[in-house]
T-cell receptor
Framework: GAVVSQHPSRVICKSGTSVKIECRSL??????MFWYRQFPKQSLMLMAT?????????EQGVEKDKFLINHASLTLSTLTVTSAHPEDSSFYIC???????????FGPGTRLTVL | AQSVTQLGSHVSVSEGALVLLRCNYS??????LFWYVQYPNQGLQLLLK??????LVKGINGFEAEFKKSETSFHLTKPSAHMSDAAEYFC????????????FGKGTTLSVSS
C-alpha cells in the first residue's frame, strides 16, 4: 500500500535555530501534501497545504514566514521551522492524499523539542 | 464549514465489553468520514472510512461504524474490547473532494482495564 515517510522522527534543537522536516510519498505521486500540528493530548490542526509547483496555502493564524513549506517534487514536501522557540515544540505530521478513494496517508510524525 | 465533535474525551471500558466512541459531524455537502487510531508517539492509522457507499462500514481490528445522515453521526463501535485497543481515536471529515484536507475531532482516549 501507499506509504508516507517523515524525517527526522525526532529532533531536539536550541531556541533560535531552524529545523527542516521532510515528508515523502514513497510509492505514489502527490501534487498536494498537508502539514498538521498536534500538541500533547490534543487533536491534529491543519497548518498548511503544500502544492507542488506553487506556493503553499496556510491556515488562518499560521505564520508563513515562520513555517516555510517547499514542495520540491511530486514526492517531497519540506517544512522548515525558522527561528524555533519552545512554544514551537510539538508533533508535526504530514499527509498525502491519493486521488482514488479520497484517502489520505499519514506520515509517522516528527517530534520537535525546542530547548 | 465542516466540523467534527467527539463526545467524551475519555472512555473507559473493561476487557470484553462493548466499545462505543461517538462522533457527530457538520458538513454542507455529503461528507467523507474517517476514524483513525493513534498510539503514543506514533502517526495515524486508518481504521475505516465512509465514502457514500454502504452506511455500515467495517474496518480493521473488529471495529465498525454506521453513518446516520438523519443524526449526522458516525459512531465507532467494537463488540468486545481488547487491551491492545487502548489508544487515542480521532474522527475526521472531508468534503469528499480528492485531495481535500481532513478536519479532525478533538479525539477520544480509550482505556481498557482487565
Amino acid at each position: 500500500g501507499a506509504v508516507v515517510s517523515q524525517h527526522p522522527s525526532r529532533v531536539i534543537c536550541k531556541s533560535g535555530t531552524s529545523v527542516k522536516i521532510e515528508c515523502r510519498s514513497l510509492d505514489f505521486q502527490a501534487t498536494t501534501m498537508f502539514w498538521y500540528r498536534q500538541f500533547p493530548k490534543q487533536s491534529l490542526m491543519l497548518m498548511a497545504t503544500s502544492n507542488e509547483g506553487s506556493k503553499a496555502t496556510y491556515e488562518q493564524g499560521v505564520e508563513k514566514d515562520k513555517f516555510l513549506i517547499n514542495h520540491a517534487s511530486l514526492t517531497l514536501s519540506t517544512l522548515t521551522v525558522t527561528s524555533a522557540h519552545p512554544e514551537d515544540s510539538s508533533f508535526y505530521i504530514c499527509s498525502a492524499p491519493r486521488t482514488s478513494g479520497n484517502e489520505q496517508f499519514f506520515g509517522p510524525g516528527t517530534r520537535l523539542t525546542v530547548l | 464549514a465542516q466540523s467534527v465533535t467527539q463526545l467524551g474525551s475519555h472512555v473507559s471500558v473493561s476487557e470484553g465489553a462493548l466499545v462505543l466512541l461517538r462522533c457527530n459531524y457538520s458538513s454542507s455537502v455529503p461528507p467523507y468520514l474517517f476514524w483513525y487510531v493513534q498510539y503514543p508517539n506514533q502517526g495515524l492509522q486508518l481504521l475505516l472510512k465512509y465514502t457514500s457507499a454502504a452506511t455500515l462500514v467495517k474496518g480493521i481490528n473488529g471495529f465498525e461504524a454506521e453513518f446516520k445522515k438523519s443524526e449526522t453521526s458516525f459512531h465507532l463501535t467494537k463488540p468486545s474490547a481488547h487491551m491492545s485497543d487502548a489508544a487515542e481515536y480521532f474522527c475526521a471529515v472531508s468534503e469528499g473532494q480528492a485531495g481535500t484536507a481532513l478536519i479532525f475531532g478533538k479525539g477520544t482516549t480509550l482505556s481498557v482495564s482487565s
